[in-house]
């Protein structure tokens, strides 16, 4: 086994645990205090092993993968993702599958068809999603670090609004074998951590070019450097610091991190990017009409309860109106409509070159700035049932969604509280800068002040496991 | 761009999309969709004709792998998950219609 720095802490918490070994001690933690935030759909137990949590879109032999669906709620994993078989061979095993929305369709993992997860910070908010139970589960500390994939924000919005970090990394860098394709030229698995080293452990772990996904890449991830933030350059968007949904508190805590990173010598640029304007429209017509097709293949054939209708049409028709729920449906429509012959041209064409005006404008900026930062969300968590309007919703991702549209690596860390709720700050690099971003987020980690004793704090009460 | 989702080509995406809508939710979804095509309005004050697509964040073409025989090793596990089999045969009502 590697001894990289999650492995060392580990095992120096095996040390002080006498009780026994490390996966029963977060086991019995998690059986303890689950309840209070419901990060978990299914609980497993491995011995001998260390354990981390696992989005329950990530097929893993011996658990079920059930996406958050009703649909799939009894479908047993075949076979396992590249990420669990990469992990395996440190010593990790999955302590339980976590709840998300479902098919990881939505920013609250209220839309999971079993029940929403609570926010670790206050029961009464949403953990943020689509990965919220991954997220709610690293911030309770019930597992050490967590495993959840990104479409749109769905590592990186749940990580700011539960007060931990959560990585993205470049598309291409982590095998999407096994992971439950949603939007496949978007999506990516990543880590929810405590500290940046965690993120960079796990990374160095998970990440490996794979016959098995073409679209992943030989990557070097390397040992995190010293970066000299007076050597660095950041842009920050006027569309997003301007933007009209942003609060004035996440807008505060965001500013105050931005002097305290040009006290340390980091050269600050204000930028303007004009396309960010619509970034959101763009990726709510490529993701759903990817969805729209990826989908298909929950027909009910396969796998899945099998109905009474003796036609294959109403077979297929039933399983899918009576397994999906209906934000699925509402994309599934929206994608389906966007794909037709009719309204190609208009709609997902288009989109897909705004995309790569997105893309140009944005490598522009790269050629005079390191990193562009932002908030990560433009608000603090909302109450469980406060947002009932889906495009209010959609909206809530405009600050991650441009990473995903360009493969670029980004990552949320913890800035500061309002209301006693985590604030996020985003940073996102050049795909394949990787490295440096890592490097970078490792060095300025330290002048949040939610950044105690080599991780980020945990919700008051919480049990610390270190 | 304007459209009018009227019910006819409605019933034409459920149908696209294998799915037959309850009366209240077809509803519902008809209006969030109505409300998001309206959002989804502010590109049309983007010129895109000079710009090509940008289908992936890949540079690269995704090379095909080797066409090669190899045994699965979750066979077995991918039957138990059939709903209906016979044998080791999955079994799926008649897809032809009787007419």
Known sequence: MSENFLNKKIREMERVNKKGDIFSFFFNRTKKYDEKVKAFLEILNYKEAIPYGLKDNILCIGAKTTCG???LKNYNSTYDATVVENLRKYGFE???????????MGSSTENSSFFPTRNPWNTERIPGGSSGGSAAAVASGLVPFALGSDTGGSIRLPAAMCGIVGYKPSYGLVSRYGLVAF????DQIGPFTRCIEDTHSVIKMIASKDEKDSTSEN???KDLATTDLKKIRIAIPREMVDYEGLDEGVKESFYLFVEELEKNGVKINYVNIPSLKYVIATYYLIAPGEASSNLSRFDGVRYGKRNDKSNYEDMVNLFRDSGFGIEVKRRILLGTFTLSSAYYDAYYRK????????????????ENNDFIINPTSPVIAPYLNQITDPLTYYLMDYYTISANLIGAPAISLPIKRVENMPVGLHIMSKRFMDNELLSF?????????????GFFELPDGGEKYV | MKIELNDSLFKDLEALSMLNLEGKEREIIKE???NILKYMDLLDEINVDEEEEMFTPLSRDMLPREDEIKKSKNIDSIIKEFPEKKDDYL????IYKNE
């Open chain 1, 69 to 71: 669906s009703q649909l």
């Open chain 1, 94 to 104: 999955p302590l339980g599958k976590t709840n998300m929305d479902e098919f990881a």
């Open chain 1, 183 to 186: 939007g496949s030229s978007l």
């Open chain 1, 219 to 221: 990557f070097e991830i």
């Open chain 1, 351 to 366: 989109a897909l070159k705004v995309r790569r005006i997105i893309k140009k404008e944005i490598d522009k900026i790269f």
């Open chain 1, 441 to 453: 987020a490792n060095r300025i980690q330290n002048l949040s002040p939610s950044f105690k004793n």
């Open chain 2, 32 to 34: 969030d969709i109505k």
């Open chain 2, 91 to 94: 079994k799926i009502p008649a």
